[in-house]
């Protein structure tokens, strides 16, 4: 006499690269949300500390537009990292290390891309400027202002470029250090199973 196993739900399974990947869905949609709203956040905090004026005017409305960029983004970043780990066996600590860096990675290229564009803006202002105040000093025979002496590479300009990559090196230990607490966070709350799907 044959007995019948109790069915069981088939899990959610996404086609990976080499084969179909059981994945935790509602994990990865969380993971998704939260890493791209903290990493949204670390970009408009350090656009408006060192960031071009004109693009620090609207930081919550930034804040929703990065951060809805960085959801779907974070999502394809954070399945590829479980589909991954799934395949090598599912270790919780070097998966939560893999979502966690990859998502930094994301987040630090936005937040360059940013910083540079920033900078270009600034740098823009500052050669504008600098044909209103490159006076002498002391009449006609008098020196040349010095703050603007250097002509394309001025002190203004080099310590703007010190400001901007101070502000790169917050963001990106900002960003690690926030992605790491949160995958760490989601993982506990998991019962350290972060790439099952169950």
């Known amino acids: 006499m044959s007995t019948i196993a109790p069915a069981t739900p088939s899990p959610v399974r996404f086609a990976a ?5 059981p994945l935790p869905w509602a994990t990865v949609a969380a993971l998704a949300v939260l890493l791209a709203f903290a990493n949204g956040f670390v970009l ?7 960031g071009a004026i004109e693009r620090a005017q609207n930081p919550f409305a930034d804040w929703m537009l990065y951060s809805a960029i960085l959801v779907p983004i974070s999502g394809l970043a954070i399945v590829m990292a479980l589909a991954r780990a799934d395949r ?3 270790r919780t600590i070097p998966t939560a290390l893999l979502v966690a860096a990859i998502t930094t990675a ?13 900078y270009h803006l600034q740098a ?17 025979d008098g020196a040349q202002n010095p703050a603007y002496a250097d002509d394309g590479w001025s002190p ?5 470029m010190l400001v901007a990559v101070k502000g790169f090196g917050l963001g990106t230990v900002l960003m690690a250090g926030v992605n790491a607490f949160l995958v760490l966070w989601v993982t506990a709350l998991r019962g350290g199973r972060l790439s099952r799907s169950h």
């Open 106 to 118: 994301i987040g630090i290229t936005l937040l360059t891309i940013s910083i540079a564009y920033d």
């Open 124 to 140: 823009e202002l500052l050669t504008k400027t600098a044909s209103v105040h490159n006076h002498t000093v002391g009449g006609p």
């Open 17 to 21: 690269i080499r084969g179909r990947v």
């Open 88 to 90: 090598r066996g599912r």
């Open 156 to 160: 203004e300009l080099r310590q703007t």
């Open 44 to 50: 408009v905090a350090v656009q408006g500390a060192v």
